[in-house]
């Protein structure tokens, strides 16, 4: 059981018109085997947050915490975060020029595990996760992400995701850009990582529509760089009737005794 | 995101100065092949005098205008303000430019199928300077000076399985001069590997025919040691319906300035010009290269990527492509990349796109040279890979699309150690 704990949050970025300000005090507790969705409006810094976590050198921490079973997140560098256990797929995956697949997931499996997968098994967990992700095999033997469509990357996401069995997967809105054939082969590909009980979840999304095929636990609702309301499943449906109007700047701040962190 | 992009391209001849016909600058040494429509500089048999180019009315900044010839009296004395010589550090050159060639040229050793016929002939061979005419002062030296050359043929309609190769060894650093041609004959197809290895201080000309309907794969590895000064001129004359595929890696030597040019004689020609260099501290890696789309419908693209590390580092590349006139239908694309592992190097990156006609299929450059994106170390690295592992990825991905180029495993995989090697040394 491993838990990781978000505690009053600020975070902030270098723009061209001075230091901005994104986050603005997020706090969010996630334990193994829980799913946690998080929506908002474009621009609220849902981004922002994933990022923080996944440690991107363009994000400051300017006050609070992030730590993984107590453990200090914030002073280990990106690399030892994911080996530490914690799993970002990406909203605009990299393209990666002239490194394969096939190299690139066994470094890094190597690096997660500290040490070589055996390749024989190894060789069958990949095509195995490949097939049911739907991907095709030659994919393999292509560059990272390179000449990947949208959809494509999205699972590729979810593979590694699958093969690297992290603690904590935070999804950056896996489900956008993803037709309803391709939504529902990545869900299974959560729902199936998630079924082996060891891993809790973070799912990033503007829509409901993915929450039919994943179930949170908790919703998070995110405006303006914090969460304004929080509550069961229940919240996405209203969410899914009433927009994100409501949680208007000014207005959300205000109308928000629901701001149940504390 | 780090990238810096440099735009230098010139596109479109100067137009100030018009070209007059009747008065090219090579009319004097026109071949009667040539002379048939050809306004590029391309030798023949009957080529051996000189020509002018730069002279009165005639822009020395436009390609076209360069001067050749096979005589070294021609060329002025090198000041380093020229513009094919302004990047160079001339008092690297150890005499290339100065002295009389006199030294002991590196041995050659060619190794290839039985069927490929390998010659040491005299200066008067009648297959020497028929791909080309020296276009600089360092050139025209080691044609002044050469004491005999290696013909190296591919006999008509023969498909070579396995690579030729044509091992280059330097043992005297006294300044020397070497000449090598290279011909595949029609309809024949080949991969001819120059293998330059050792200490030498050297100035080469690869004349390189390519005849109808041939295809010809060269490869040319600059691998020397640390104390080597190379300068190469490989020139190449491609047929109708004949292909050139020219590869050119440089990784070992103080200073090595490889300078490949493509002329197409007749239409259906196709060129592609690859090339990777890797620039330790205080090496100079020099490019240029010049393809000559002097008659339509012919096709060429190149593409050249430098890595770079460590203090004086230096790379330079300048990609001269000429469309001209009579190019109707050519298509073209020319793209360099260089990326920056430390600080203190330096890579000067210059496209220059000359295009006399607008009948053209296609034509395009790029140029980038920059630091390596944190987004790509960002991402290996939030999977777990640790940095210095995430830029050896980075940096090999980068370069490998060159050596994928190659098609020849054992040099390929050859070529992944060397980059392997140069990468170890970054962590240091
Ligand atoms: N590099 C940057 N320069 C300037 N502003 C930025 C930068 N990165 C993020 N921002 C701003 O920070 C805010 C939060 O962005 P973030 O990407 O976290 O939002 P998001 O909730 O993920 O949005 P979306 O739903 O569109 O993905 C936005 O106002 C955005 O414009
Ligand atoms: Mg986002």
Partial sequence: MSTLEIKDLHVSIETEQGTKEILKGVSLTIRTGETHAIMGPNGSGKSTLASTIAGHPRYNVTSGSITLDGEDVLEMSVDERARAGVFLAMQYPVEVPGVSMTNFLRTAKTAIDGEAPKLRTWTKDVKAAMEQLRIDA????????????????????????????????????TDSGLDVDALKVVSEGVNRAHAEGKMGTLLITHYTRILRYIKP??????????????????????????????????AGAAAAPAVAQA | MTEITTEKARIGAPSAQPFIDGFTEEGESLSPINAAGSKAPLAGAAAKSHSHGGGVGVPDSSR??????????????????????????LKRLRGLHSEVLSGTAPTVVVTGPEEITVESVGRDDRRIGTAGIPEDRVSANAWE?????????????????????????????????????IVAEKFSKAVVVLNHRGSAIVSENVEIIVEDGASLTVITLQEWNDDAVHASSQQAKIGRDAKLKHVMVSLGGDLVRVTPSA??????????????????????????????????????NVLYKGALQGRNAHAVWVGDVLIRKEAEGTDTYEANRNLLLTDGARADSVPNLEIETGLIEGAGHASATGRMDDEHLFYLMARGIPEDVARRLVVRGF??????????????????????????????
């Avoid at chain 1, 030659?138 to 593979?159: C, H, M, P, T, Y």
């Avoid at chain 2, 000076?145 to 030729?164: D, K, M, Q, R």
């Avoid at chain 2, 005297?172 to 070497?178: F, H, N, R, T, V």
Wanted: proline share 4%; with cysteine; glycine share 8%.
């Fill in chain 2, 145 to 181: 000076n050469f004491a005999g050359a290696t013909v190296v043929t591919i006999p008509s309609e023969f498909e070579a399985l396995t690579e030729v190769s044509v091992d280059i060894e330097g043992t005297s650093l006294d300044p020397a001069a070497q000449h090598l041609v």
């Fill in chain 2, 64 to 89: 076209a205008g360069r001067l050749t010839s096979y005589s070294l009296a021609d060329f002025k004395p090198l000041t380093g303000m020229e513009e094919d010589w302004r990047f160079t550090p």
């Fill in chain 2, 399 to 428: 370069l490998n699309e060159i050596i994928q180029q190659i098609k020849v495993p054992s040099i390929e995989e050859r070529l992944t150690e060397a980059v392997e090697h140069e990468l170890a040394l970054t962590d240091n």
């Fill in chain 1, 217 to 250: 636990d908790f919703v998070h609702v995110f405006v303006d760089g914090q969460v304004v309301e929080e509550g069961g499943p229940e919240l996405a449906d209203r969410l899914e009737e009433e927009g994100y109007d409501r949680y208007a700047k000014g």
């Fill in chain 2, 263 to 300: 002329r197409f004689t007749a239409p259906g020609g196709e060129a592609e010009m690859f090339g990777l260099y890797f620039a330790d501290a205080g090496q100079h890696l020099e490019q240029r290269l010049f393809v000559d789309h002097a008659v339509a419908n012919c096709k060429s």
């Fill in chain 1, 138 to 173: 030659d994919f393999a033997q292509r560059n990272v992400n390179e000449g990947f469509s949208g959809g494509e990357k999205k699972r590729v996401e979810i593979l590694q995701l699958e093969l690297f069995k992290p603690k904590f997967a935070i999804l950056d809105e």
